[in-house]
Every structure is written in structure tokens, then in C-alpha cells.
């Protein structure tokens, strides 16, 4: 474990990020050992998205013995350790890996960012005794960074990609067992590319036949990504919206791969597009500052705004429900009203100035 509490730094310029994302296959650098069998996985925070491309490893999501895998950071670090707790008691050992925490809390600590889903699915591939499905990952992983580097100027797929994306509205569609892929595109499209993506999510058809027909012109600027392998649904959705829309688009998984080594390398070519396509925009694909304060002050940090003033962006931790109406609002007589007479009051009042 490492003794850091320090969240390594990933929010980083167009330059910096490109360099990580060219080095990112096969930096992973923590414990390869297979943990004691058998395994279950939460993630929560940033862990959220690396846990659910691991589906593709068919890892239940609790087990009441052998290991459970925790994934989350600091801004998440109550559901954490609730789910740590409750793996313990129920006789499992508990696994916790973070971007971040006191080292009291943590068994692993990877890098924070928007690279961080790789160290914690390839830490979760290998202490679940996948080694060979971590090293086929890499492998497609490298294969792409040879395709995509920056200097590769011609026939570049992330470039040209994000060309085809650059002023539209993606539409995301997958197979319904590979459903971690929208989720994984609309966020590197969001948080790198700044740029909203809609997935399209359970029964297609329905979608596709109907969410343009009130307006047809809603379909205009939007372009469909089917990520991954597709099904008989998927390319029956793609005919009925080949009408209408501006054009669909297939993003296989590079070199025929399968299962998890095609997740996450779908989700690394994703992150490259989202880099190109931030560049098309003009804009720096670094987390938004706004973002970084706002996981500090869910992480129950002190915050400081825009304007060098400390402040919170979230509700105080211990009560985040809705604030009640009446406990705001002076009541019309000074007093607690909760039956509304007051108001009743106020209308009779009304009412016998219309009768004079």
C-alpha cells in the first residue's frame, strides 16, 4: 500500500494528455498477484466507470467471502467505506483502491484523472486472476497508441473521428451486454471533449423508430456511434435510423478482440478521440477547474471560488435532503401554521370585501 494521501495529478494540458495517453498501454506498475478467490466489485466516485467496463470479466457485485474490490475517491469515500464495511462483516476481505485518502483507508492507490479508469481495471484484471485478458488489453491498447499518435497525420481513426463528430451531437449505441460502452463514451466525450453524447440505452427499436418522428429536424447534426460488436437489434436500429439522421458510424473493437481486452480498448480509443476532438474545439481537454472543485468539496475539503472566497458546492454531509418550505418562510402571523389557515384566512378576508 502506498503511505501518499496525494491524488497524482492528471489535469493536464492538450500536450500533456496526448503524452499519457501514448505511454498509457502497459504502465500499469501495481501487485499482479491474484487475490484470494472468490471476488466481487463495487465502484464508486471515479471508480464508477472502471467497474462497470469489468463486467466484461463477469465479476459479481458483492460476495460474503474471498475478496471484495473497492474502487472509489475521496469525493466518494463515505459509499466507500460503507461497502468495505459491509463486505467485512459479511466475511469477504475488502480490497480498497483509490485515487486518493489517508493511507489507513487505502490498499492501492492509483493515478487520479480522466486516465484513472485503466489503473484501476487493470489492477482489478489482475488481482482477479485475468493476467492474460490485462496483457491481450495492453496489447490492443499499444496497437491503437501506433495509430493514433499525434504525429500520425494521415489516415489517423481518432483524428478523423473526431472530424466527424466536431459540431455535432453523438448518438451512442451498443449491444445490450456491452452497455459500460456508452456510459464510457458520453463521459471521455464530456469531461475531455466537452461535448454532450446521448446514449441510447435498452430496447433500441423503440427509439430509433420514434424519437424523430414530432420533429424530423432533430435529427439533424446528429450522428449515431454503434460501439463495439453488433446484433441483429443493432443493425435493424441502424436501418431505421439511416433516415433519419446525418450518419452512423461503426466503432469495432481493434483487431477482432473480445470480452474485456475490447472494453477497455474501446474505451482508450474513446479517450483519444475525445483529445482530438477537444483540439477541433479549441479547447483544453484538462478536467474543468469547476469539476476539480467541486469533487474537493464532496471529498469535504475547503473550496475556493472563482472569486478567492472559500465556499462548497455541495449540501452539508450530514443531511442532503430537500429543505422544507415552511422552515424558510416567515409565516404570516409569526407562528408555525401547518394546516394553511392563515391563508384561509386571507381568502375570507377577500371575499367579504367583494360581498361590500
Known amino acids: 500500500m502506498s503511505d501518499s494521501s496525494v491524488t497524482p495529478d492528471q489535469n493536464v494540458s492538450s500536450g500533456g494528455l496526448l503524452g499519457l495517453l501514448l505511454s498509457l498501454p502497459g504502465s500499469y506498475a501495481g501487485p499482479q498477484t491474484p487475490a484470494q478467490t472468490p471476488y466481487g466489485l463495487v465502484g464508486v466516485g471515479e471508480g464508477t466507470l472502471a467497474a462497470h467496463l469489468l463486467q466484461a470479466l463477469a465479476l459479481p457485485s458483492l460476495t460474503r ?43 492501492m492507490l492509483v493515478p487520479g484523472g480522466p486516465l484513472s479508469t485503466y489503473h484501476f481495471a487493470q489492477a482489478v484484471a489482475y488481482a482477479s486472476g485475468h493476467a492474460e485478458q490485462a496483457g491481450l488489453a495492453d496489447a490492443a491498447m499499444s496497437d491503437l497508441a501506433a495509430r493514433c499518435a499525434p504525429h500520425i497525420t494521415e489516415n489517423n481513426p481518432a483524428r478523423d473521428l473526431a472530424w466527424s463528430l466536431w459540431g455535432r451531437t453523438p448518438l451512442l449505441l451498443a449491444a445490450d451486454d456491452a452497455d459500460a460502452l456508452p456510459h464510457a463514451w458520453q463521459q471521455l ?52 435510423l439511416d433516415s433519419r439522421i446525418d450518419e452512423i458510424i461503426h466503432v469495432p473493437a481493434p483487431d477482432g478482440a473480445q470480452g474485456y481486452p475490447a472494453a477497455l480498448a474501446l474505451w482508450y480509443f474513446g479517450a483519444w478521440v475525445a483529445a482530438y476532438l477537444a483540439e477541433r474545439y479549441e479547447a483544453e481537454p484538462a478536467d474543468p477547474a469547476v469539476l476539480t472543485r467541486a469533487q474537493a468539496a464532496l471529498a469535504g475539503e475547503d473550496v475556493i471560488g472563482d472569486d478567492g472566497e472559500k465556499g462548497r458546492f455541495a449540501a452539508p454531509r450530514d443531511d442532503l435532503r430537500r429543505t422544507r418550505v415552511q422552515e424558510d418562510v416567515s409565516d404570516w402571523d409569526g407562528e408555525d401554521d401547518t394546516d394553511g389557515d392563515d391563508f384561509d384566512d386571507a381568502d375570507d378576508q377577500a371575499d367579504d370585501q367583494d360581498e361590500d
Do not use: C, M, N, W
Not at 83 to 105: F, M, W
Open 189 to 240: 466525450l464530456a469531461r475531455t471533449g466537452k461535448t454532450l453524447a446521448v446514449p441510447l440505452l435498452g430496447d433500441l427499436l423503440p427509439l430509433a423508430a420514434g424519437a424523430f418522428d414530432a420533429r424530423h429536424e432533430q435529427g439533424d447534426a446528429k450522428v449515431a456511434l454503434i460501439l463495439g460488436d453488433t446484433t441483429p437489434a443493432l443493425l435493424v436500429a441502424r436501418e431505421i
Open 65 to 107: 467471502s474471498g475478496t471484495q474490490f473497492v474502487l472509489g475517491s475521496p469525493d466518494a469515500a463515505t459509499a466507500a467505506t460503507d461497502y468495505a464495511d459491509l463486505a467485512e462483516v459479511a466475511g469477504a476481505s475488502a480490497r480498497r483502491i483509490s485515487t486518493g485518502g489517508r493511507p489507513d483507508e487505502l490498499d
